[in-house]
């Protein structure tokens, strides 16, 4: 079963950038999406961006012109460049895989990582 590590989370002021990275631990067809997904204290997992093999991308509209998905397949590794960033990105984010697109919805997602925790704050 595959398994995905995150990394790059930490605490940044207001307007900086962050980027986290996603490691899968097998190339595979469980990882054919690789998407991430954040999750403020008292709300709902919400997905913010996901991205095909094939280089296909989706974001939400709160981070469209923000933030980046992409991936390396070589590498089995997704990123998540993270610019601008606010005080209401705060939160823990997740990598998710999949093997078909699910949309948007956490719970169809079957492989996930363990979270970083993202900080904006002065």
């Known amino acids: 079963q595959v398994q995905l590590v995150e990394s790059g989370g930490g605490l940044v002021q207001p307007g900086g950038s962050l980027r986290l990275s996603c490691v899968a631990t097998e190339d595979s067809d469980s990882t054919y999406i690789m998407a991430w997904f954040r999750q403020a204290p008292g709300n709902e997992r919400e997905m913010v961006a996901a991205?095909?093999?094939?280089?296909?991308?989706n974001r939400a509209d709160s981070v469209k012109g923000r933030f980046t998905i992409s991936r390396d397949n070589a590498k089995n590794t997704a990123y998540l460049q993270m610019n601008s960033l606010k005080p209401e990105d705060t939160a823990v984010y997740y990598c998710?895989?999949?093997?078909?697109?699910?949309?948007?919805?956490?719970?169809?997602?079957?492989?996930w990582g363990q979270g970083t925790q993202v900080t904006v704050s002065s």
């Open positions: 991205i095909t093999r094939g280089g296909i991308t």
């Open positions: 998710a895989a999949a093997p078909y697109y699910p949309g948007s919805t956490a719970a169809r997602y079957p492989y």
